[in-house]
């Protein structure tokens, strides 16, 4: 049986900075190609898993292929080390206890590159480790939650050419100023995707513990099928409404700079037949792809994270959206979903929600500097609500898809609080304990478990 995570959401971030990468246009052929593959937390898990990282590894390399391999932390020990953090001293947000979480965090990566190049030398196969501001990867100051700017290609193709495997940390970078960098929780996949955009690599593969992407999580529902191919878009939506398989910087990457990627399971037998392993797993593609499957809703994505807040009886007028969010925003705090209320007597109501860890921050933070400015009546929050979503590229050529989904709730007794649409989602927020509930009930009704074609 396939090993599944949690879904989760990881919330929508800003627009990319220009960077400094090529576009991939066109896919080429696995053989005798530069290759990125990147190992999750749980496939570096242990010394034996790393053993069999290098045997999957060693087969590619040995194939002809270039290899680039970007490994993450081995599982637990970025808890771990922040763990430690804590014990020593209470977080904070001031920058300069950022930057030394930053320099605490980035060893977890440090151990897993060199002892995956260790493994692969005792293959047989030589190999050498980078850490992320060797490379460089040179990114913005914001400390755990940096953004890559640029990647310097030529000290990995210099050692690719000599014929080395070359094992990037994933995860860090490197500040104008020289000090170390941390690009925020699932990071070491916007790692892969973005050396292997610099590097106009054939492919990225995503190693996991999943053996793909899923309908919806199939610990919720068992009858959830694993997609084929799926869109960008598609992958998008699902990334940044709660499906753990990517972290969504990584696909706003693979989007933008058009690098294949695939989903994958690093718990298949590595010995498998490399063409077999080749076309394994999910396609991430582009729209237009003859394979692409043709479902109106494609997948069901939920996230138990989310927290709603409030701010009441706000003047109606305008710039008030800004100065709530504004000072949300300078505090770095992500927002999702946004309401405001239709105004009574000059005032309003204005909802939104954010990620439950930022949930007493925000509080805090309206509570010192927009509810005195504003003279509003109370902030009120809600931590026990959750945000399901349906995706489907097909939506966009379907009508009645809302109504649908809205249908299949009211059936339920399950009360929508509030709702986000974009042209290939629709998004509601309800009560936590109805989430699957909800998830069973959109999964059946737009027949998700049924085969395509």
């Known amino acids: 049986m396939p090993r599944y995570n949690p879904w989760f959401i990881t919330p929508w971030s800003a627009p990319w900075a220009d960077v400094s990468f090529g576009v991939q246009q066109s896919f080429i052929p696995t053989q005798m190609a530069l290759i990125v593959h990147k190992y999750g ?9 790393i053993r069999n990282v290098a045997r999957r590894v060693a087969k590619w390399a040995r194939a002809g292929n270039q290899m680039v391999v970007v490994p993450s932390a081995m599982s637990g020990e970025t808890n771990r080390l922040l763990g430690l953090a804590k014990e020593v001293s209470p977080a904070g947000s001031d920058p300069a206890m950022q930057r030394e979480l930053d320099m605490l965090a980035a060893t977890g990566e440090q151990v897993s590159v060199g002892l995956l190049a260790l493994a692969l030398q005792a293959e047989g196969v030589p190999a050498i480790s980078f850490t992320g501001w060797q490379v ?6 914001a400390y755990t939650k940096a953004r890559i700017e640029s990647i310097d290609d030529q000290r990995v193709r210099a050692e690719l050419d000599a014929g080395k495997v070359v094992i990037i940390a994933g995860f860090q970078g490197i500040d104008n100023d020289g ?15 973005a050396v292997a955009a610099a590097l106009k690599a054939a492919e990225c593969l995503i190693f996991t513990d999943v053996d793909g992407v899923y309908t919806t999580d199939p610990r919720v529902v068992p009858e959830a099928r694993r997609l084929a191919t799926v869109t960008f878009e598609e992958m998008l939506e699902m990334a940044s409404m709660g499906s753990k398989i990517l972290q969504i910087r990584s696909v706003e990457f693979a989007g933008k700079y058009q690098v294949p990627l695939r989903v994958l399971s690093s718990f298949t037998p590595w010995d498998i037949p490399l063409a077999q392993e080749a076309v394994s797993g999910t396609l991430i593609t582009f729209e237009g792809d003859e394979t692409m499957e043709s479902a109106v809703v494609s997948g069901i994505a939920f996230n138990r994270d989310e927290a709603k807040i409030s701010v009441l009886g706000v003047p109606d007028r305008p710039g008030i959206a800004y100065q709530i969010l504004g000072a949300v925003a300078d505090a770095n705090i992500e927002v999702d979903v946004i309401i405001q209320n239709v105004s009574h007597d000059g005032k309003t109501d204005f909802s939104f929600t954010v990620h439950r860890n930022d949930y007493a921050r925000t ?3 309206l509570k010192a500097k927009v509810v005195p400015t504003l003279g509003t009546d109370r902030v009120e929050g809600d931590t026990r609500i959750c945000k399901v979503s349906i995706v489907g590229i097909g939506m966009r ?10 249908r299949a709730l009211s059936e339920e007794g399950i009360n929508i609080q509030m709702i986000s649409t974009s042209e290939i989602k629709t998004s509601v927020v309800i009560d936590e304990k109805y989430m699957e509930l909800a998830v069973r009930a959109l999964h059946r009704a737009f027949d998700l478990d049924q085969p395509i074609g």
């Open 179 to 193: 000090h170390i960098t941390t690009l925020g929780r699932g990071g070491s996949d916007t790692s892969a995707v």
């Open 363 to 365: 509080i805090d933070v």
């Open 41 to 49: 937390g749980t496939s570096m898990g242990s010394t034996e898993r």
């Open 136 to 141: 460089p990867v040179r990114t913005n100051n």
């Open 397 to 406: 050529s379907h009508v009645g898809i809302a109504s649908k989904m809205f």
